[in-house]
């Protein structure tokens, strides 16, 4: 899955700005994803990772810099055009976000249904397919996402984000609030689905074992601008100082927490 | 001058919050003219903001109702007008009552929950899930509330009105001993169709206030379950206060001179 780099990026970001009233988040973003490449995005909480992904999904409006995917600025496309650009992106969002008034199987078929054509009946076997390529049984379709623990939640989010097969999906923090065990059975997933469907995948993390496990490129996120970017097996060896103190989670090191400010 | 920063301050903030909510509900209706339409929400909130508050207001009508025509009779009676009993219980209720205590009930009951509903997925992003997922929130969220409401408060309040009426004429012919008959005919005597009308209008007006504040509130909470719950009261509150400026101002507009 190593990136084709004489082609255009995936998903291109130059200088993307974003601030909410006097507090900056993003400063200046630079990142390049190639086509079919796994980039994890790590970096302390409260660093503007949620806000970048954000910024690239039209959720929120970036203050300064483009977004491009294919070559072309999407930055600020509004409606209709948003719409069909989203149309090709999935999302896995932290907290899942699964829409509790339907069930598991309308959740996964949810943007079938809406997008195209397609019958409820074949949404509904699109969506047990796709439940069980996450290795959920076809009779969770029917529950209810409140009946469902927390990492079946999560695969049903994770079906739910590939149910179009999308060419770029993003991962807000996956592994978030789930036990090691079945953190590291969402990251195996995520790997084998995006490797299925040839997609381009972004994923957020402060989780190092799943960083490690999905990504074929790392890029750091401090104070609001990319500060290391390489390939995976190089992050033990980076050479740089926040790097260093993240990946081994020391409290001392040119990283301070926002709490001592 | 440092005194009269914080005056600014608010007067500012006001305007803020006003422009934005006009802004909130200007696009809100832009979106109910435009396609795609999702009528299966709409016919699903139907039920759920008319016929499910159709036990509380029938109650709210009743009592109202009742109370109308004992509290008109204690004063009445003093100028021996019981005449007019049958008649101040139908204006009253059709005109004002039925429409503004239908009205601050549903505010009530159907106002916190669209609150709190849009406010936790809002909270727990699934607003954002909704958006890329190829689904506009204000569409699929927001408009068919905002539909539903203008169309169920007119149907709700007619019943309410029925049901008002009926208390009046069961405390006048059941406890205060009125013909039965007489009372009906006086009750139809004085009404005219202006009467009803404006109070299904005020109805349609507090559908789409009471809704609107619901979704205004739940669609900006932030910060978790407290954000959630304050959304909840102030779309109860700014509903319940908007309804009742509201009310004066048709009333003006249709019986003022």
Same mark, same amino acid.
């Given at each position: 899955?190593?990136?084709?780099?004489?082609?255009?990026?995936?998903?291109?970001?130059?200088?993307?700005?974003?601030?909410?009233?006097?507090?900056?988040?993003?400063?200046?973003?630079?990142?390049?994803?190639?086509?079919?490449?796994?980039?994890?995005?790590?970096?302390?909480?409260?660093?503007?990772?949620?806000?970048?992904?954000?910024?690239?999904?039209?959720?929120?409006?970036?203050?300064?810099?483009?977004?491009?995917?294919?070559?072309?600025?999407?930055?600020?496309?509004?409606?209709?055009?948003?719409?069909?650009?989203?149309?090709?992106?999935?999302?896995?969002?932290?907290?899942?976000?699964?829409?509790?008034?339907?069930?598991?199987?309308?959740?996964?078929?949810?943007?079938?249904?809406?997008?195209?054509?397609?019958?409820?009946?074949?949404?509904?076997?699109?969506?047990?397919?796709?439940?069980?390529?996450?290795?959920?049984?076809?009779?969770?379709?029917?529950?209810?996402?409140?009946?469902?623990?927390?990492?079946?939640?999560?695969?049903?989010?994770?079906?739910?984000?590939?149910?179009?097969?999308?060419?770029?999906?993003?991962?807000?923090?996956?592994?978030?609030?789930?036990?090691?065990?079945?953190?590291?059975?969402?990251?195996?997933?995520?790997?084998?689905?995006?490797?299925?469907?040839?997609?381009?995948?972004?994923?957020?993390?402060?989780?190092?074992?799943?960083?490690?496990?999905?990504?074929?490129?790392?890029?750091?996120?401090?104070?609001?601008?990319?500060?290391?970017?390489?390939?995976?097996?190089?992050?033990?060896?980076?050479?740089?100082?926040?790097?260093?103190?993240?990946?081994?989670?020391?409290?001392?090191?040119?990283?301070?927490?926002?709490?001592?400010? | 001058?440092?005194?009269?920063?914080?005056?600014?301050?608010?007067?500012?903030?006001?305007?803020?919050?006003?422009? *934005? &909510? #006009? $802004?909130?509900?200007?696009?809100?209706?832009?979106?109910? =003219?435009?396609?795609?339409?999702? @009528?299966?929400?709409? !016919?699903?909130?139907?039920?759920?903001?008319?016929?499910?508050?159709?036990?509380?207001?029938?109650?709210?009508?009743?009592?109202?109702?009742?109370?109308?025509?004992?509290?008109?009779?204690?004063?009445?009676?003093?100028?021996?007008?019981?005449?007019?009993?049958?008649?101040?219980?139908?204006?009253?209720?059709?005109?004002?009552?039925?429409?503004?205590?239908?009205?601050?009930?549903?505010?009530?009951?159907?106002?916190?929950?669209?609150?709190?509903?849009?406010?936790?997925?809002?909270?727990?992003?699934?607003?954002?899930?909704?958006?890329?997922?190829?689904?506009?929130?204000?569409?699929?969220?927001?408009?068919? *509330? &905002? #539909? $539903?409401?203008?169309?169920?408060?007119?149907?709700?309040? =007619?019943?309410?009105?029925?049901? @008002?009426?009926?208390? !009046?004429?069961?405390?006048?012919?059941?406890?205060?001993?009125?013909?039965?008959?007489?009372?009906?005919?006086?009750?139809?005597?004085?009404?005219?169709?202006?009467?009803?009308?404006?109070?299904?209008?005020?109805?349609?007006?507090?559908?789409?206030?009471?809704?609107?504040?619901?979704?205004?509130?739940?669609?900006?909470?932030?910060?978790?379950?407290?954000?959630?719950?304050?959304?909840?009261?102030?779309?109860?509150?700014?509903?319940?206060?908007?309804?009742?400026?509201?009310?004066?101002?048709?009333?003006?507009?249709?019986?003022?001179?």
């Amino acid at each position: 899955m190593s990136a084709p780099t004489d082609k255009t990026p995936k998903i291109e970001l130059r200088g993307l700005k974003k601030s909410f009233g006097a507090k900056t988040v993003l400063d200046g973003v630079d990142l390049k994803v190639g086509t079919g490449e796994s980039v994890v995005v790590i970096g302390g909480s409260g660093t503007g990772k949620s806000v970048m992904l954000k910024c690239i999904l039209g959720l929120l409006w970036p203050d300064g810099g483009s977004i491009l995917i294919d070559g072309a600025d999407v930055s600020a496309l509004s409606g209709r055009a948003r719409e069909a650009r989203n149309a090709r992106i999935g999302m896995l969002f932290q907290g899942s976000a699964l829409f509790d008034s339907l069930t598991v199987w309308e959740n996964v078929a949810f943007a079938l249904q809406r997008r195209s054509g397609v019958s409820k009946p074949e949404a509904r076997n699109i969506a047990l397919g796709k439940l069980a390529q996450v290795g959920l049984e076809a009779d969770v379709g029917a529950l209810s996402p409140a009946e469902l623990s927390g990492g079946m939640q999560k695969r049903v989010a994770l079906a739910r984000a590939i149910a179009t097969d999308p060419e770029i999906v993003f991962f807000d923090e996956p592994t978030t609030g789930l036990d090691p065990i079945m953190g590291d059975i969402i990251n195996r997933l995520i790997v084998d689905c995006v490797r299925e469907l040839g997609a381009t995948a972004v994923s957020i993390t402060h989780d190092m074992a799943s960083a490690r496990r999905i990504a074929d490129r790392i890029a750091m996120l401090h104070d609001g601008r990319i500060v290391w970017d390489g390939p995976a097996g190089d992050i033990e060896s980076s050479g740089n100082a926040f790097v260093d103190q993240f990946i081994h989670g020391r409290a001392e090191g040119p990283i301070e927490m926002a709490v001592r400010r | 001058m440092n005194f009269l920063a914080p005056i600014g301050r608010v007067f500012i903030g006001f305007l803020v919050a006003t422009g *934005r &909510l #006009v $802004a909130f509900a200007a696009l809100s209706v832009s979106h109910c =003219l435009r396609p795609p339409f999702y @009528g299966r929400s709409i !016919g699903r909130q139907m039920i759920q903001i008319g016929y499910f508050s159709l036990p509380v207001v029938g109650l709210t009508a009743i009592f109202t109702g009742m109370v109308l025509a004992l509290q008109s009779y204690t004063g009445f009676a003093r100028l021996n007008a019981e005449s007019a009993i049958a008649t101040v219980v139908v204006l009253t209720m059709t005109r004002e009552l039925g429409p503004v205590l239908a009205g601050l009930m549903v505010a009530g009951r159907v106002g916190a929950a669209i609150a709190a509903e849009i406010g936790t997925m809002r909270v727990t992003e699934q607003i954002d899930a909704l958006a890329t997922l190829s689904t506009d929130p204000y569409k699929y969220l927001i408009v068919p *509330r &905002l #539909v $539903a409401g203008v169309i169920t408060l007119p149907i709700l309040v =007619l019943i309410a009105d029925i049901i @008002g009426v009926f208390g !009046g004429y069961v405390v006048s012919v059941h406890s205060l001993e009125f013909n039965a008959a007489n009372y009906l005919k006086l009750t139809w005597q004085f009404l005219e169709p202006l009467d009803v009308v404006t109070g299904l209008v005020k109805a349609a007006v507090f559908g789409f206030l009471v809704t609107l504040m619901g979704c205004y509130h739940g669609f900006h909470s932030r910060g978790g379950a407290q954000g959630v719950g304050a959304a909840a009261t102030n779309a109860v509150v700014s509903s319940s206060v908007l309804i009742l400026a509201a009310n004066y101002m048709i009333t003006a507009a249709f019986f003022g001179t």
